[in-house]
């Protein structure tokens, strides 16, 4: 289960340190880790002008991807969100974020110089503070990335399907994800995520009671014992439907 947390915090308050901290303490933990940095800038590109992977996106390429001995790049021109770039990293167990402080319904760490920068960063979704806190918020240094680390592996919701099938007890996925940044519930109490059959239609979770679960599980479990050589214990299908 993918778990996101946002280190978020104004220029030069130290929120590459404290993803660089974190990612280093995770990965020695036996976590696959991945970041997404947030780039402000309009015209930024990491690609070089001149450069072949430039003209080949000049040329009218919407995606580049570039294959080195012991790197893979993909260049993508065109706009997303941040809930679609966390969909395609599912097969992490962490991301660390840095940046995107207006995101809603991610889990935050609120870096600041003051205590009136923490006001202004800290929301509902704050786990923690770094260097200043609002108050009753847990505080840590910028070189306590052991410490953060502890306390994010409790209290870091993993990424929740978003359908407010009330199994949980509380009444939507926001209300859970808030009792487990509180301290309230485990990270992985969420039944939804370890149902046997998951449903999405065009990127969007949808609830499937436990009887249609079993007709689907038990009508594919059926069809694949007839196809030769074909094992596994995760099954994906994708359906496109017809025109109408």
């Known amino acids: 289960m993918l778990r996101a947390v946002a280190v978020v915090g104004y220029r030069k308050s130290g929120k590459t340190t404290i993803v660089e901290g974190l ?4 990965v020695r933990r036996g976590y696959k880790v991945g970041t997404v940095k947030h780039i402000r800038e309009k015209d930024f590109s990491i690609d070089q002008r ?3 992977t430039w003209r080949h996106a000049q040329a009218g390429a919407s ?5 080195a001995p012991r790197e893979v790049a993909t260049i993508s021109r065109r706009r997303t969100k941040l809930e679609e770039v966390l969909r395609a990293l599912r097969g992490l167990d962490f991301v660390i974020i ?19 920068e923490a006001k202004e960063l800290a929301d509902e979704f704050t786990v923690a503070c770094v260097g200043h806190r609002k108050p009753w918020l847990p505080l840590f240094k910028h070189d306590e990335a052991g410490k953060l680390a502890d306390l994010l592996e409790q209290r870091v919701p993993p990424l929740l399907p978003g359908i407010d099938c009330r199994r949980c007890g509380y009444q939507s996925c926001k209300e859970f994800s808030l009792a487990v940044i509180a301290g309230r519930e485990r ?4 039944p939804a995520l370890r149902e ?19 007709l689907i599980s ?5 069809m694949l014992s007839a196809l030769k050589g ?11 439907r017809r025109a109408r």
């Open 23 to 26: 990612v280093k303490e995770l």
């Open 50 to 52: 001149g450069k072949d």
């Open 63 to 67: 995606t580049v991807i570039c294959i």
């Open 98 to 116: 840095e940046g995107f402080r207006r995101a809603s319904g991610i889990p935050k760490v609120a870096v600041a110089r003051s205590v009136g």
């Open 187 to 190: 990270w992985n109490g969420c």
């Open 196 to 214: 046997r059959v998951v449903l999405t239609v065009d990127g969007k979770r949808v609830h499937l009671n436990p009887f249609i679960q079993e």
């Open 218 to 222: 038990g009508t594919l479990d059926g």
């Open 230 to 240: 074909v094992k596994g214990k995760e099954i994906e299908l994708k359906v496109r």
